[in-house]
């Protein structure tokens, strides 16, 4: 019975969430992007043992804390960005040396801000001000670089961020803002709804018209130094494979499985071992 006991607490051990989130996986994949992370039945572990590079949380400013959700009504005081994210993080980073993986690749962090973009971004700033040595952050212009980029979506205090002279984030811009003379420090990605501009969903080879326009696009983000990722894309491996094939920096998804074992098949997808 005692050997039980002591087998059944080793299993536990080692499936619980902390345990997980220590470990990295064999192959990391820059490119694929944790789509509402903080819906998974382990928020940022699951998409950690994946080896993605990129996970995205809602934020709303409640009785002072950052709590995670995407709706008002399905706010819980315990889920906040500091425990579901950034306190799991900081351990990581720690432990691999000043990276979020064993190997080294600029992991993002996207918070959505669902609530006043002010209020709740000047909370954001000092969170994020106790996270300064593993976050890429510009003070006095210059920009240091760190393990981790947080880029701030949804309501976005546009104005406010570009006055900051100590900034812990960037702006996520949209296809507007492609001919923007922001720099890249402050505006370091552009992200748009895919079904917004383009007819594609994934059936049959896209049209030369849609490919035309995705390459433009991917070269103006490029040539700025910002990078690209389209939301509200059709979980489709074909619309993965034109995504790729353009060299798009961010894959969004839901299924974060099925997202690895495409980018795993693709000898030109960006991963490491």
């Known amino acids: 019975m005692r050997t039980l006991l002591i ?5 536990a051990l080692i499936g619980s969430p902390q345990n997980a989130e220590s470990q990295s996986p064999e192959r990391v994949y820059p490119a694929a992007h944790s789509h509402n992370d903080y819906t ?6 699951d998409a950690l043992a994946n080896g993605f590079g990129s996970v995205e949380a809602d934020i709303f400013l409640r009785d002072g804390d950052l709590v995670v959700a995407h709706y008002a009504d399905q706010i819980s005081s315990d889920r906040t960005l500091r425990s579901m994210y ?6 990581r980073v720690r432990k691999f040396q000043g990276s979020v993986y064993q190997h080294p690749i600029e992991f993002i962090l996207l918070v959505d801000i669902k609530d006043n973009g002010e209020t709740t971004y000047a909370a954001l700033h000092e969170l994020l001000s106790e996270y300064a040595f593993m976050l ?3 003070k006095d212009g210059k920009q240091v670089t760190g393990a981790i980029s947080v880029v701030i979506s949804g309501n976005r205090p546009i104005e406010m961020m570009a006055e ?18 922001m720099p890249a420090h402050l505006m370091p990605m552009i992200s748009d709804r895919w079904t917004s501009h383009f007819a594609y969903r994934g059936s049959g080879p896209v049209a030369d018209d849609d490919k035309q326009k995705l390459q433009q696009i991917v070269t103006k983000a490029h040539r700025a130094g910002r990078t ?10 074909n619309l993965w494979q034109v ?3 353009a060299n798009v920096d961010l894959i969004n998804t839901d299924h974060l499985a099925h997202l690895r074992k495409f980018l795993a098949s693709q000898e030109s997808a960006p991963s490491f071992e």
């Open 86 to 91: 950034l306190d799991p993080l900081s351990r």
């Open 164 to 181: 900051q002279s100590t900034r812990y984030a960037g702006i996520d811009g949209r296809l507007s803002d492609l001919d923007s003379d």
């Open 7 to 11: 087998l059944s607490w080793c299993v």
């Open 136 to 138: 890429t952050h510009v």
């Open 243 to 245: 995504l790729v094939d």
């Open 40 to 45: 998974r039945p382990q928020p940022l572990t």
């Open 228 to 237: 690209l990722r389209f939301w509200a894309t059709p979980e489709d491996q």
